[in-house]
C-alpha cells in the first residue's frame, strides 16, 4: 500500500516536467516550428494592424534560431524587410546566469519608421550587420559585446523634424 501511494505521488510530481522536456522536443521539430510561425505572425498581425510575414523560423539545437523572409508592411510603407536573422547563444552558460552570443548576424536589411516616431523618420538599408558578445551577467545586468561591424552596402537616412507644441 504504501509502495502503491509513493508510485502516485511520483507519478503527479513527475508529470509537470515530463510535459515540459516533451513541449521542449517539439520545439526543435519543424512542422511544429511552422504552426507556431504562422499562428504567431497571424496574432502579431492581427494586434498590430499591420501585414506580418515571416517565410522561415529554424530553431536548432542547442541554441541556434534562424529567421528568414521577414516583411512588416503598414499601408503603404514596408517598415522592416528582412532577409535573415541568425542568433547563436551558448546554452550551458544561461544555468549560471550568463549570457555567451557567439552570433547574431543580420543580412540584407531594410528598414524605415515612417510616421511610428513622431517627429522622427529614419529609413536605411544594411548590407550585413554581426555582433558577438561574450560576458554578459544577468545577476549584475552588466555585459560587453565585440561589433564586428557592418559589411556590404550600408545607408541610414535619419529626418529629423521638430514641433513646438506650445
Known sequence: ???????????????????????????????????????????ASKATGMQIQVERIDLRFPLNLLVRGVEVIQQPDTLLSLE?????????????????VDEVTLSQVAFNSANLIEGMKIKGVLGRFFLQSHGVDLSNEAGRYQPDGIIGHSRTNVDERYYDYA
Open 1 to 43: 500500500m504504501k509502495r502503491k501511494w509513493i508510485r502516485r505521488v511520483s507519478w503527479i510530481l513527475l508529470t509537470p516536467v515530463l510535459l515540459f522536456v516533451i513541449l521542449m522536443i517539439l520545439l526543435y521539430i519543424p512542422p511544429v516550428q511552422n504552426l507556431l510561425r504562422r499562428e504567431v505572425t497571424a496574432y
Open 84 to 100: 535573415s536573422l541568425n542568433v547563436r547563444v551558448q546554452a550551458w552558460p544561461l544555468v549560471k546566469g550568463k549570457v555567451e
